[in-house]
């Protein structure tokens, strides 16, 4: 009977995948248009969670989710410390920590798979279409309902684990301990998003409300991209990327 897979092999199995589509990506051309998509979708999630950012409890933890899990930067660096301790996870941190791990790799590896598909079908539409309309074209012949939801489903984990986890006064206090050893072994990016993440989520509190608000609003989005008629959902998602900070 096969044994099931670690916490470490899982990580570096994710992380494997991102690396292979960096290079499919890079010989295909898809590059500029992986980028154009991920800039499309931090505006629309820029319009979504406005009042979020706003909010000075919850504005840490929105931040947290929109630039550290759909960010539009090179997570190359991050992705390989990740790789090069994923054993030392399991064996130097209690097994939620390693599972925390393990959700960021997969939503990190799901939303690599689902951008760059769409920036697939980006390419292969008329590049005079407006960005709304283009981008929901774009969607629907992707057709990719579960691994959407796949996707939302361990977002919402992670960010209860998270809570767990900041609860945990010894282990928040050993993060803080391991920055300057952090940082002399090239582990510094991983170091800031294991930060960043016990920070944002100690500061909310009680994340229920927050991961019912964007349960609530992801999903609404995935059944007006997929469901809604194509011109309305176009419109919709106009209208929602001009309400961005910054536009208009």
């Not at 494997?16 to 051309?29: C, H, P, S, T």
């Not at 790789?83 to 590896?109: K, M, N, S």
């Not at 283009?134 to 579960?146: E, F, G, I, K, V």
């Not at 920055?179 to 294991?194: K, W």
Request: aromatic share 6%; proline share 4%.
């Amino acid at each position: 009977m096969n044994q099931p897979a670690s916490a470490a092999d899982r990580i570096r199995t994710h992380l494997d995948r991102v690396q292979q589509l960096r290079l499919q990506a890079q010989g295909a051309g898809l590059g500029a248009a992986v980028n154009e998509v991920k800039q499309l979708q931090a505006q629309r999630f820029r319009a979504t969670y406005a009042d979020l950012i706003q909010d000075p409890a919850c504005a840490p933890a929105t931040r947290f989710f929109l630039d550290e899990l759909y960010g539009v930067r090179d997570f190359a660096q991050r992705d390989a410390q990740f790789g090069r301790i994923a054993g030392a996870l399991e064996r130097l941190f209690p097994e939620a920590v390693a599972q925390l791990a393990v959700d960021l790799a997969e939503t990190h590896a799901l939303t690599e798979v689902l951008d760059h598909e769409l920036a697939r079908q980006w390419l292969s539409l008329d590049p005079g279409l407006s960005r709304a309309h283009r981008y929901t074209l774009s969607w629907r012949l992707a057709d990719d309902r579960p691994a959407r939801e796949r996707q939302l489903a361990v977002v919402q984990h992670m960010g209860l684990e998270l809570q767990r986890l900041t609860r945990m006064k010894p282990l928040r206090l050993a993060l803080r301990m391991m920055r300057n050893p952090a940082r002399a072994a090239g582990l510094d990016s991983l170091q800031h998003f294991l930060e960043s993440g016990f920070d944002a989520f100690a500061a909310l509190g009680d994340a229920r409300r927050f991961l019912d608000t964007i349960s609530e609003r992801e999903s609404r989005w995935i059944s007006t991209l997929f469901d809604a008629p194509p011109e309305e959902c176009s419109r919709a998602l106009a209208a929602e990327l001009a309400r961005a900070p910054g536009q208009g």
